[in-house]
Every structure is written in C-alpha cells, then in structure tokens.
C-alpha cells in the first residue's frame, strides 16, 4: 500500500479482496438471520417465563444491531478518517438520556397518579 | 523485486459504510464528505426513531378499551416482513461490491432485486395495517394506537421514500452512466438502507415480539 493509497491492485488481489468483501456480507446475513430467528422461534414454539423471553429478545435485537453495523455498514474499531464510531456512540448516549428519562418520569408519574396506564 | 505479503494490511477506512477504495480514488475527497454528512443525519433520525419508540412504550397502558397488541398483530406476516429486509439489506450489500468493481450489469440487477424486496416489504406491512383497520385498530382510537401509527409507518415511509430514491438513481445511471454523483448516490442509500434494518430490528423486538409475549 502506497501513502496516497491509490496504488492499483493486481487482478489476483482483486478477486481475493472481492471474494473476502462477499464473505464479509454472507457471515453478516448468516449471523443476523440466526438472531433474528432465536427470538421469533422462542416466541412461538416455547412457554418460557415472560422475563426471560423478553431478556433473550432485547439481548438477540442489541447483538443484531452490533452484527448490521459491523458486517453491512463496516463501523469497526479500526482507525478511520472520520469519528464514525464516536458519532453512533454520542447519539446513543443522547438517546439513553432522552429515552430513559422520558420512561423514568413518565412511568413515575403513572405510578403516583394514573395506575390505569401501566401496561 | 520484494514478494508482497498475500494478507494486505486494511486500508483506513474514509467514511461509514463500504469504501470503493484505489479504483475510484480520483473522486474520494468530495464522497468523504457528503457520505459523512448523510451518516450525521442519519444519526438524528435515529433519535426520531428512539424517541417515538419511547413514546410509544409509555402508551402501552393507554389502549383505551380499543384493542391491544395481541388482538392486532400477525407474527407469520411480521416474520415474513422482517426476512424480506433483511434479504434487501444483504442484495444491497451485494449491489456495493459490484459497484466497487465496476460491474454495472451485476450492480443493476442487484439493486432492481433489493428494490423488489423492498416494495414486498411495504405490501405486506400495508396489508397489515388494512387487517388491523378492519379489527378497528385505527390511529384515533386509542393513545397506544397513535403511538403505534406514528413509530411503524414512518419507518414503511422511510422504505418507501429509498425505493422512490432508488428508482431514480436507477434512471441517472441509465441516462448518464455510472458517473461520480450516482455513485455516492449508491453509496449514501446504502446506509439509508442498511439503516432502515437497524430500526426494524427495533420495532420488531419492540414492537411485534415484545406485544404478542
């Protein structure tokens, strides 16, 4: 690799960079196709307890998200130009304030005023 | 002549999502910069999203008498619904590929299959939304009701306004060939679409799963 980096590959590099892109997609698909499956197979076929359904789905949905950002949208811990991954990471510590305060003071109120509206 | 070593190091990478590398690196600085200002706006989206799931989860007791998740929801269409945009996500990463190695022919045929994908998506969510229509599951009829019309449909608005952008990107390619504006085009719809998969994993362990448990 050249510093500017526009040193051109050779045909045998090529394919073999193609063919581990097109791998890269495939494990992404394979992996995301399992996690999406567990949860649904679980919640349909199984009587486990309600907690542990709704733990293992919110466990398979975080790790999926984890799978789409690595293999399809390549956000990885490798240096980047630009601060891909401190962006995500600063939207999500936004939302984790936004939603859990909304569900904290909500869910608060309900329980002190309104108990007809918890689920 | 010093032998390369087989295994190259990875390249840095320049922006979000798949970078077409030395073959179109005479274009690279401006696609940097727009596929990097397309990923923040598609970071302030996800905060729409996040916040109207939040909302909608502070709506489950609110059903008003109306019906609930269980009486709504179909877990065969949502699985089928969910398999198609994850297929779509896959056919689009396969589209970029070919994009990267200037295979025009496979690149099309790549995108019209995850275009197809995605207007099967957005029949079956609509035929969902008929059923539940006709279960008397309308927006006006409860609180929890609003909440789910205003989060599952922006998101089908969101797959349809990328069809749409898809559709024309195809036409640019067919009048101007596969010049630099389509290809950021490409790539910018790329994370728009695998984006909109991301969501979905959201709304359908939220949403579908988490209401029918």
Known sequence: MSASGVEQDSAAQRAQKKAREQRSYLWGFGLALVLTLIPFAMLAFTAVERMTLWLTIGACALIQVVVHLRFFLHITLDRSKREDLLLILFTVLILIILCGGTLWILFDLYQRMLPDMMP | ???????????????????????????????????????????????????????????????????????????????????????????????????????????????????????AFLFFELRDFHTMFEKGGVPSRSGYLSAFFSLVPLHGLHVAGASVWLVALLGQMAVHGLDAPVKTGILRLGILWHFLDIVWIGIFSLVYLGGLS
């Open chain 2, 1 to 119: 002549m010093s032998q390369r070593p087989l295994a190259l190091p990875r390249p840095q990478a320049r922006h979000p999502g798949l970078n077409l590398g030395a073959d179109h690196a005479h274009e690279a600085d401006s696609r940097e910069e727009m596929v990097f200002g397309f990923w923040v706006f598609m970071m302030s989206d996800l905060i729409i999203f996040g916040l109207l799931m939040a909302t909608y989860v502070t709506m489950l007791g609110g059903t008003a008498g109306g019906p609930g998740p269980k009486a709504l929801f179909e877990l065969k269409s949502v699985l089928i619904q969910t398999m198609l945009l994850l297929v779509s996500s896959a056919t689009f990463g396969m589209a970029s590929i070919a994009l990267k190695y200037q295979e025009k022919r496979r690149l099309v045929m790549w995108l019209l299959i995850t275009l197809a994908l995605g207007f």
